[in-house]
């Protein structure tokens, strides 16, 4: 069985991911957002749970009357330069208020998951040629955080007492 890191600790990942077009296991599954769309139905009736993955090309806000069906929604990373996937988990917390898994997949690099975090992230599916242990101690890269976010609502002025608090 795979590990990911979730909620900042590396646990045994009991999802599956099944692309468009394969067989659905036994058990828990992460299907595309497409094949949620074309098999709803089906899906529905699953032994397992359904989770989603959403891919740069997917529209989060047309998710807003599903996402309590989902305990958890992926986002795929196609490569660690492509930053859509960091608008779409902002849309999904901020504007949707998404409270599920939100978890990051497919070129996952250490560098990305404090930033990843601030956006709403909560799991990461780091790539396999690289060091669960080294990606977690990504998350403690830096301690103090300016700006607002996702894991931060207010910036640090208006956290501590500054001004304008």
Known sequence: MQKIIKDRQIVEDRWQRVGAQEALPAGDVIVPWSRWKAEQEA?????????????????????????????????????????????????????????????????????????????????FEVRKDKDLEEALAGLHDFHVMYQAASDHTKPIYRRFGGMGA
């Open 43 to 123: 899906l529905l009736a699953h032994e397992g749970k359904v989770a989603i993955w959403l891919t740069g090309k997917d529209n989060p806000r047309e998710l807003k009357e599903e996402l309590v069906r989902f305990e958890m929604i992926a986002i795929d990373f196609p490569n660690f330069n492509d930053g859509r996937g960091y608008s779409i988990a902002r849309i999904l917390r901020d504007e949707l208020g998404y409270t599920g898994e939100l978890r990051a997949l497919g070129d996952v690099l250490r560098d990305q998951i404090f930033y990843l975090a601030r956006c709403g992230f909560n799991a």
